[in-house]
């Protein structure tokens, strides 16, 4: 027994990375040919040099007013921006995005902003992935009881609109950003869960699946080591798509002033906190606005690149 | 078996979201209630928890009421009961006669506010009902004012008419629809595309873009009101007064209202506005100084500052129009002044307002007080108080001095006392007054005699709209009721002021009162009995006659807890509680 299972264990790693290798490189491939997938993969690696350099690119700290700063600067709420490249008196101080509410420079908390959305898109979907996957694997790998008290609890999940359970999870939690991310990781388990359990159930009917079973593989390694791995594509793509949406619901919580907490600089609750003067100081709902667009198309754009270059069906087509 | 189990787990999830459910609504409709309630409100709620929730020994009821005459036993006066009002009598069909347990100089100005305007006692009898009024109570109430409720849409607008045996001069418009949004942008959006002719709390960056504007006009509402930054002293650090001082000294007042408040607004030198006498006598607040504070907080045992929180509610009021954001330039400057940390905590308004007023706040918290009526005792003696918890434990220097001063009718004979008054607030600090914040109300440019009342109420009957025969109103938000004597929402007054009249209102666009149903008020010599000659010929909106026994039955439906007549929409009768008293004392 003991020896028979230790010739699972060493043959698996390489089975799987000669076989995983090849699949990968193949869908980057596919990936590289897609003109916007290769744009939203730009726009990605900007924000995210953006909100790695933060700090070395914006002029001011994101949660300082001008009047505070050194030296302090007299100037108004939420005046326009002055960009000296464009015209603006060179004696005034260069505000490439204006002036907020508080009298903070909107580029700086702009720069900061994109820190905390894709931090909140990548660790609210990988919470969510995680407990997802796990359930689901557990729902269609063992089926019957566990199938239907997991299941039925995601049905019972899915039935909600997923802002309106997000904002009523953090009404219990109270506000504030991790209990935000709390909230909108619950809201999107369902989703993985649900695709998990779908591809474990096709692939569980497998050959090779029976094959590690007849070697006498236990079902622990059966479903880590030859499910999981064979059912992750639809995740994959899910996951990015998944991203966009949680960054869209963490703003509209901000922006309902239960995510992020001032003086957090977080596009939603910039957009949130400056509604009123859309017509007055367009440029303080402007940027936030923008800049969550252009975060969401750009993982919308990636998720769609992945599925198609990860579809089977339309890997001979192209 | 698996069929069973899986009908069982249903049945549980199903039980599970019922619960859920209803538990949720009954967290909801409590601050609802509250909601309704404002500021002046939850002096109601902590007088009386009786009827808020099943206190062991119900409160008994003092008055007897005969028709023509609502009184309580003259020795109670002395006893256990706290109210004002002895008697309410009708003497003959035009005089009234009000006897005070205490002399009271602002009688008239109390007479005059919104919640105690006059019903018809027939009328008020036939809408009593068992727990709440019908909604004809509650949504069209009979008064005598120039305007009638025609039709209340929810959620819509409300339309009114005018009253064609009104027995002043007719109003201007012959309709009146009120409307509501709680946006300025989409107030001033409306007003723009010229759907409505005025709008209410103008936003503060549009009222350039107004006066920019030659087809629109802004008036601007004299700032009858309060913003301050409240500290409950029962909890650390804020039981020390050196750290209230250091705060006090250690916020920049002047950039505050530099930046946030719109054009009309003053830092607060007191508490209350220099507007109303003897406001602003006694030392001005501390000025701002950044070293003194520091050492002030050192010297209390804080040299490296500390950690506090600083609540707020997110809802916009003439004083205190950009809520976020001078909640975060406060924080700011706690941080970049005295290094203290405060974490930002947004509440629900109802449950904020509950909170602070019964001082369970562990931190600072934004709130602000309208004038309700122009009286000193309106702002200092509801505020400072000793039964007021809101910050905590009040001082006995100046709770003394104000139940003198409250009793003084000659401003220039109290003066002294509010000096006092004034100078030990300001030593003791419960709290730091920050701005009287103007606000303004705009109109197009063709309606004639624009008006923005310091007290928020604007009579419309007195605007003409251009040779439109239409007026349409935009303010914050709907009606609550527009059963007014058990309302104390400033945007349910506004809408009753256009059908209802009081003995006596104020005058338009000011705070001075002026005789309405009464031809006049006259006090004894010690201010304890006022006289009132009612004005013959005024008949109510179903027609009946206005005579003396209306006001002593209107009286006897706010004041008398066990009359039938007593019955409102919330039962929390607030400023009939606030500003009169209940006829009731303890049970034992």
């Given at each position: 027994m003991t020896a028979e299972s230790t010739t699972i264990a060493t043959l698996d790693p390489e089975a799987i990375a000669s076989k995983s290798t090849g699949m990968w490189q193949l869908t980057l491939r596919r990936l590289i040919r897609r003109r916007s997938a290769m744009a939203g993969l730009a726009i990605l690696s900007i924000l995210v040099l953006i909100a790695v350099f933060a700090p070395a690119l914006s002029p001011y700290d994101p949660t300082i007013s001008m009047l505070d700063a050194d030296p302090p600067q007299k100037i108004k709420a939420r005046t326009a921006p002055c960009i000296h490249l464009f015209g603006c008196p060179a004696d005034q101080p260069q505000h490439i995005a204006g002036i907020d509410g508080n009298i903070r420079?909107?580029?700086?908390?702009?720069?900061?902003?994109?820190?905390?959305?894709?931090?909140?898109?990548?660790?609210?979907?990988?919470?969510?992935?995680?407990?997802?996957?796990?359930?689901?694997?557990?729902?269609?790998?063992?089926?019957?009881?566990?199938?239907?008290?997991?299941?039925?609890?995601?049905?019972?999940?899915?039935?909600?609109?997923?802002?309106?359970?997000?904002?009523?999870?953090?009404?219990?939690?109270?506000?504030?950003?991790?209990?935000?991310?709390?909230?909108?990781?619950?809201?999107?388990?369902?989703?993985?869960?649900?695709?998990?359990?779908?591809?474990?159930?096709?692939?569980?009917?497998?050959?090779?699946?029976?094959?590690?079973?007849?070697?006498?593989?236990?079902?622990?390694?059966?479903?880590?080591?030859?499910?999981?791995?064979?059912?992750?594509?639809?995740?994959?793509?899910?996951?990015?798509?998944?991203i966009a949406s949680a960054i869209l619901d963490a703003a509209a919580l901000s922006f309902l002033g239960l995510g992020a907490q001032p003086p957090t600089p977080e596009w939603g609750s910039m957009l949130g906190a400056e509604r009123n003067q859309v017509f007055t100081a367009p440029h303080l709902v402007f940027y936030p606005g923008f800049m969550i667009m252009l975060t969401v198309l750009s993982f919308n754009l990636i998720g769609d690149g992945l599925r198609d270059a990860l579809d089977p069906r339309l890997a001979h087509s192209s | 078996m698996k069929r069973n189990l899986f009908s069982l787990l249903s049945l549980l999830v199903l039980a599970s979201l019922v619960l859920a459910a209803c538990g949720s609504a009954e967290a909801t409709t409590a601050p609802e209630m509250t909601e309704a309630a404002t500021e002046a409100a939850t002096e109601a709620a902590t007088e009386a928890p009786a009827e808020a929730t099943p206190a062991p020994i119900p409160d008994v009821s003092l008055a007897t009421f005969d028709g023509s005459t609502l009184s309580v036993p003259a020795e109670e006066c002395n006893g256990d009961y706290i109210g004002l009002i002895q008697s309410v009598a009708a003497v003959d069909a035009s005089t009234v006669v009000f006897t005070l347990c205490r002399p009271d100089p602002a009688f008239l100005s109390k007479v005059a506010f919104s919640p105690f305007a006059i019903y018809p006692s027939e009328w008020l009898e036939a809408t009593a009902g068992d727990t709440t009024r019908t909604s004809e109570g509650l949504e069209a109430p009979v008064g005598t004012g120039p305007y009638m409720v025609s039709e209340w849409a929810r959620g819509e607008s409300v339309t009114f008419v005018a009253n064609p045996d009104y027995w002043g001069e007719q109003p201007a418009a012959s309709t009146l629809v009120m409307r509501w949004s709680s946006e300025s942008a989409a107030r001033l959006l409306e007003l723009q595309s010229g759907t409505v002719d005025g709008i209410d709390n103008l936003g503060p960056e549009d009222f350039a873009v107004v006066e920019a504007d030659s087809s629109l006009q802004v008036v601007n509402r004299p700032a009858l009101?309060?913003?301050?930054?409240?500290?409950?002293?029962?909890?650390?650090?804020?039981?020390?007064?050196?750290?209230?001082?250091?705060?006090?000294?250690?916020?920049?007042?002047?950039?505050?209202?530099?930046?946030?408040?719109?054009?009309?607004?003053?830092?607060?030198?007191?508490?209350?506005?220099?507007?109303?006498?003897?406001?602003?006598?006694?030392?001005?607040?501390?000025?701002?100084?950044?070293?003194?504070?520091?050492?002030?907080?050192?010297?209390?045992?804080?040299?490296?500052?500390?950690?506090?929180?600083?609540?707020?509610?997110?809802?916009?009021?003439?004083?205190?129009?950009?809520?976020?954001?001078?909640?975060?330039?406060?924080?700011?400057?706690?941080?970049?002044?005295?290094?203290?940390?405060?974490?930002?905590?947004?509440?629900?308004?109802?449950?904020?307002?509950?909170?602070?007023?019964?001082?369970?706040?562990?931190?600072?918290?934004?709130?602000?007080?309208?004038?309700?009526?122009?009286?000193?005792?309106?702002?200092?003696?509801?505020?400072?108080?000793?039964?007021?918890?809101?910050?905590?434990?009040?001082?006995?220097?100046?709770?003394?001095?104000?139940?003198?001063?409250?009793?003084?009718?000659?401003?220039?004979?109290?003066?002294?006392?509010?000096?006092?008054?004034?100078?030990?607030?300001?030593?003791?600090?419960?709290?730091?007054?920050?701005?009287?914040?103007?606000?303004?109300?705009?109109?197009?440019?063709?309606?004639?005699?624009?008006?923005?009342?310091?007290?928020?109420?604007?009579?419309?009957?007195?605007?003409?709209?251009?040779?439109?025969?239409?007026?349409?109103?935009?303010?914050?938000?709907?009606?609550?009721?527009?059963?007014?004597?058990?309302?104390?929402?400033?945007?349910?007054?506004?809408?009753?002021?256009?059908?209802?009249?009081?003995?006596?209102?104020?005058?338009?666009?000011?705070?001075?009162?002026?005789?309405?149903?009464?031809?006049?008020?006259?006090?004894?010599?010690?201010?304890?009995?006022?006289?009132?000659?009612?004005?013959?010929?005024?008949?109510?909106?179903?027609?009946?006659?206005?005579?003396?026994?209306?006001?002593?039955?209107?009286?006897?439906?706010?004041?008398?807890?066990?009359?039938?007549?007593?019955?409102?929409?919330?039962?929390?009768?607030?400023?009939?509680?606030?500003?009169?008293?209940?006829?009731?004392?303890?049970?034992?």
């Open positions: 420079d909107q580029f700086s908390r702009l720069l900061f902003g994109a820190r905390l959305s894709l931090m909140v898109g990548f660790s609210t979907v990988t919470f969510a992935i995680i407990i997802g996957t796990i359930l689901g694997a557990l729902a269609g790998y063992f089926g019957g009881w566990w199938d239907n008290t997991i299941m039925r609890f995601m049905d019972v999940l899915l039935a909600f609109p997923s802002l309106l359970l997000a904002i009523a999870i953090v009404t219990v939690l109270g506000p504030g950003l991790i209990n935000a991310l709390l909230a909108i990781g619950i809201v999107s388990i369902p989703a993985y869960a649900r695709v998990m359990r779908a591809s474990v159930l096709t692939v569980r009917e497998m050959e090779f699946v029976a094959a590690t079973r007849a070697l006498g593989g236990n079902n622990m390694q059966i479903l880590f080591l030859r499910i999981l791995p064979n059912a992750l594509t639809p995740l994959i793509v899910q996951g990015t798509l998944g | 009101n309060t913003f301050y930054i409240g500290m409950t002293n029962t909890f650390a650090p804020f039981d020390n007064q050196q750290v209230r001082q250091a705060i006090a000294m250690g916020i920049d007042r002047q950039r505050i209202v530099d930046t946030f408040y719109p054009a009309g607004s003053e830092v607060a030198s007191h508490f209350t506005p220099c507007a109303i006498p003897n406001a602003c006598v006694g030392d001005a607040w501390y000025d701002f100084d950044v070293d003194a504070a520091k050492a002030k907080l050192a010297e209390a045992g804080f040299p490296d500052g500390f950690a506090t929180k600083l609540y707020y509610r997110d809802v916009v009021r003439g004083y205190l129009p950009q809520v976020s954001n001078v909640a975060q330039d406060i924080q700011a400057q706690l941080k970049a002044n005295l290094n203290i940390d405060a974490e930002i905590v947004v509440m629900e308004s109802g449950a904020f307002i509950e909170a602070s007023s019964a001082g369970s706040l562990d931190g600072m918290y934004l709130l602000g007080w309208g004038a309700d009526y122009p009286h000193i005792t309106n702002f200092l003696d509801y505020h400072f108080g000793a039964s007021n918890p809101q910050f905590g434990v009040q001082s006995p220097t100046y709770t003394d001095l104000l139940i003198q001063g409250a009793q003084i009718a000659d401003p220039a004979e109290a003066e002294s006392i509010y000096v006092e008054a004034n100078n030990a607030i300001k030593e003791y600090v419960p709290m730091i007054p920050v701005a009287h914040g103007g606000s303004g109300t705009a109109y197009r440019a063709d309606v004639t005699n624009p008006q923005a009342s310091p007290l928020t109420n604007e009579q419309f009957a007195f605007s003409a709209p251009g040779d439109r025969d239409t007026f349409v109103w935009m303010q914050n938000a709907e009606p609550i009721s527009m059963f007014c004597a058990d309302e104390s929402d400033g945007e349910s007054l506004r809408a009753c002021d256009q059908v209802m009249e009081n003995l006596y209102g104020y005058e338009v666009n000011g705070t001075a009162t002026e005789p309405i149903l009464a031809e006049s008020c006259d006090p004894n010599e010690d201010l304890t009995v006022w006289t009132c000659t009612l004005r013959q010929g005024v008949k109510f909106h179903d027609g009946s006659d206005f005579d003396a026994t209306d006001v002593v039955a209107t009286f006897n439906m706010g004041l008398n807890i066990e009359s039938p007549t007593h019955v409102g929409n919330s039962n929390i009768w607030s400023y009939y509680d606030y500003l009169w008293g209940l006829m009731k004392k303890p049970g034992s």
